[in-house]
């Protein structure tokens, strides 16, 4: 007796297999397609922790009207994905913003203003303050590979940025292992 294919016996895998994949998406915003409707990156990634207006200021024509919608794992994550959309609200790019080779490209002292360090990074996982700089130091949590870092961004009392540097977070030594 021979087996005939029945296609409706694939079904139940063809399911699972589209939930992993929308489940993948959700925690990697740079694979979706571009293109992409406004609804369907919602629908797959949830709403955003932010959304602003982008376009006006260097983005291109392409992108005169767009809109950002943010996704901030910040203060205990160590992720910012921006999602950028067009005028007619598909999706044009998706990328982690926290990464370290875009920060001397992106970050512009004594051009940007807070405004634009929350357009490209979101709200900080926290803000400091020291003896030697008269204005506040925004830092974000980040991560180089498997090492963890910190990026901060120093912005004065006018709310313009003056600068930005990285370093390492400071982590607890592990455990001794049990004798």
Same mark, same amino acid.
């Given at each position: 007796?021979?087996?005939?294919?029945?296609?409706?016996?694939?079904?139940?895998?063809?399911?699972?297999?589209?939930?992993?994949?929308?489940a993948g998406c959700a925690s990697q915003p740079e694979k979706l397609p571009p293109g992409m409707p406004r609804a369907e990156v919602l629908q797959a990634l949830g709403q955003p922790t932010a959304i602003y207006p982008i376009g006006d200021?260097?983005?291109?024509?392409?992108?005169?009207?767009?809109?950002?919608?943010?996704?901030?794992?910040?203060?205990?994550?160590?992720?910012?994905?921006?999602?950028? !959309?067009?005028?007619? =609200? &598909?999706?044009? +790019?998706? *990328?982690?913003?926290? @990464?370290?080779?875009?920060?001397?490209?992106?970050?512009?002292?004594?051009?940007?203003?807070?405004?634009?360090? !929350?357009?490209?990074? =979101? &709200?900080?996982? +926290?803000? *400091?303050?020291?003896? @030697?700089?008269?204005?506040?130091?925004?830092?974000?949590?980040?991560?180089?590979?498997?090492?963890?870092?910190? !990026?901060?961004?120093?912005?004065?009392?006018?709310?313009?940025?003056?600068?930005?540097?990285?370093?390492?977070?400071?982590?607890?030594?592990?455990?001794?292992?049990?004798?």
């Open positions: 007796m021979t087996s005939a294919w029945r296609p409706w016996r694939a079904l139940p895998a063809l399911v699972v297999a589209w939930t992993l994949a929308l200021d260097g983005g291109g024509p392409a992108m005169k009207g767009g809109q950002r919608l943010q996704y901030s794992m910040q203060p205990a994550g160590q992720r910012v994905y921006n999602v950028d !959309l067009d005028a007619s =609200g &598909r999706l044009v +790019r998706a *990328e982690q913003a926290l @990464n370290e080779g875009l920060f001397p490209k992106r970050i512009l002292p004594d051009r940007w203003t807070q405004e634009d360090v !929350l357009r490209e990074y =979101g &709200r900080p996982a +926290r803000i *400091e303050a020291v003896h @030697n700089f008269n204005g506040r130091i925004w830092v974000w949590r980040y991560a180089d590979g498997p090492i963890w870092r910190l !990026l901060f961004i120093d912005i004065d009392p006018q709310g313009i940025v003056r600068g930005h540097s990285v370093g390492d977070e400071p982590m607890p030594d592990p455990p001794d292992p049990p004798r």
